[in-house]
């Protein structure tokens, strides 16, 4: 069966000037047709063009660290962590979860889900991007599960609907997340424990499921919402995985980080990367999860692990995406559903709470309310766009689209919800010794806490919220490259928002 391109590869090779003429294009196709399994459509991803890339202000943490390279090239990363540790662990919170007392100053493993992991994940996201990814317990047991059906029932698994999946699963994985959110505010979750045993159960089902189905892991990639969320927040890293696109496009005939294979020179024997991106393809931190399969595939040293400006790649090669940018309001008013009572107050609507339909209808409302902002913000501008053209009767530059310029506030919904959770990691985490005590029955009243006073979590908060403002206007004018005046009803909505968590948060 012959392979066939297609029409996003089509696009791709059209979008190219192809200096090299005739013989660059066939040594295209030749290495695309290398790189895929006989039979296969031949997508975008396996063609790349040696286009020049601007590689500033990058240190290459394996060259700076060889201890580091060998650390990540080792059994240890991420499998012996993972099915050593992580695989019977997960399993031992869950029962915790259903079996031990259902409150969290009661169930230490509830204690550590809410005041504990989302504050650290959330703070490590700036620092090492979509790490969590590669030591994440849903996706250990959606491994087990496709190798075990593998040897009950040998068959060949699915290939991606790659087409579609592009097209539908960030909308997916944006609907479940809606879905969790009302979950987790309408029946009180992070009180729950069996709850939120339920929750990660779910996402361990949805991971398992497709792993039976599909080959490598489909869920990571297209479908899981943290992992959604952990791909939109590895945007502002510091740290990120690339290749040399000149060493593999020279030296490299087997694409063994891509396609899987034996072991070859300094390279060892994987099965590919886990959600088929390419090293020396990759345009931002989204699609990768740090595994280091490519860099223990690689005979040629051509993976490197870099230290770069924090966020740079939204100024620079980020795709807009319209289901991403959706996820991203979704998780700024996630901020304002956590504080709902808050902002019951502070609006002075005196809804009532305990009324299921009064409930749900509040909580779609504050989800909605970034978004309503900023629309209001970005309608505005292009009002005095036009009122400006109109007037002076010339060409004035029109603002970015609105899917563009809302990355801007990617920073904002990070720092939010970080200021979110400090009341929980510095108010309830120190509390984990006497919680886990309470766990098996016993009497921790004499165990030592760490909490911090409410003063200095609420100074802590604050000066969250203001960096993450700071942050947010620099971004949004490095994304735009248009002057302070032209993008101010953008920055006044940031104001606007940063001010409404100030006082649901803080207040």
């Known amino acids: 069966q012959k392979s066939r391109i297609t029409p996003e590869a089509l696009r791709r090779l059209q979008g190219?000037?192809?200096p090299g003429n005739i013989r660059e294009l066939e040594t295209l196709v030749e290495r695309a047709i290398v790189q895929s399994s006989c039979g296969l459509d031949l997508t975008e991803e396996l063609f790349w063009q040696n286009q020049p890339k601007k590689q500033l202000f990058r240190l290459n943490l394996l060259n700076a660290y060889p201890k580091f390279r060998h650390f990540l090239r080792s059994p240890w990363w991420p499998d012996r962590i993972n099915y050593g540790f992580t695989f019977a662990f997960f399993a031992f919170i869950v029962a915790v979860l259903c079996l031990g007392p259902q409150t969290r100053n009661e169930n230490f493993v509830l204690n550590f889900f809410w005041a504990w992991w989302w504050p650290l994940v959330l703070l490590l996201f700036p620092f090492v991007g979509r790490l969590w990814c590669a030591v994440c317990p849903f996706m250990i047991y959606g491994e087990i599960a496709q190798k075990l059906s593998l040897w009950l029932w040998p068959r060949q698994l699915k290939k991606w609907p790659r087409r579609e999946a592009e097209k539908w699963g960030g909308w997916f994985l944006f609907g479940l997340f809606a879905l969790i959110f009302l979950w987790e505010e309408l029946w009180n979750l992070e009180n729950t424990a069996y709850l939120s045993a339920c929750l990660l159960l779910l996402i361990t089902a949805g991971a398992v499921i497709f792993s039976t189905i599909f080959e490598r892991r489909f869920w990571c990639r297209?479908?899981?919402p943290i992992g959604g969320m952990?791909?939109?927040f590895a945007k502002l890293s510091m740290t990120e995985l690339r290749a040399e696109q000149g060493t593999c496009s020279a030296e490299c005939k087997t694409y063994?980080?891509?396609k899987g294979g034996p072991a070859e020179g300094e390279g060892l024997e994987t099965n590919g990367c886990p959600l088929y991106s390419h090293p020396a393809q990759l345009e931002d931190n989204r699609d990768c999860v740090l595994c280091m399969t490519c860099l223990k595939a690689c005979p040629h040293r051509s993976v490197q692990v870099n230290l770069r400006p924090p966020a740079i790649e939204l100024w620079t090669t980020n795709m807009e995406r319209?289901?991403?940018v959706a996820l991203l309001f979704l998780l700024f008013g996630g901020i304002f559903l956590?504080?709902?009572?808050?902002?019951n107050n502070w609006l002075g609507l005196n809804v009532d709470l305990t009324n299921f339909?009064?409930?749900?209808?509040?909580?779609?409302g504050a989800l909605l309310v970034p978004v309503v902002v900023s629309l209001i913000a970005y309608g505005a501008m292009q009002f005095v766009y036009k009122i400006k053209a109109a007037l002076e009767n010339k060409f004035v530059a029109s603002p970015p689209s609105f899917v563009k310029l809302a990355y801007g506030y990617l920073p904002l919904v990070l720092g939010g919800s970080l200021a979110h959770y400090l009341h929980l990691g510095l108010g309830e985490a120190g509390r984990i010794l006497p919680v886990t005590w309470a766990t098996f029955g016993l009497n921790g009243e004499g165990l030592p806490i760490w909490v911090l006073h409410p003063a200095t979590i609420a100074f802590l908060q604050a000066t969250t919220l203001v960096f993450s403002l700071l942050l947010t206007v620099v971004l949004t004018q490095k994304i735009a490259r248009k002057s302070m005046r032209s993008l101010l009803g953008q920055h006044l909505a940031a104001i606007i928002l940063t001010a409404?968590?100030?006082?649901i948060i803080i207040k």
């Open 16 to 18: 190219y000037d192809f």
């Open 322 to 324: 319209n289901y991403e």
């Open 338 to 343: 956590h504080r709902l009572p808050e902002l």
């Open 256 to 258: 063994h980080c891509y």
């Open 500 to 503: 409404s968590m100030w006082w």
């Open 230 to 232: 952990n791909g939109l």
């Open 357 to 364: 339909w009064l409930h749900l209808g509040f909580s779609v």
């Open 222 to 224: 297209y479908l899981c």
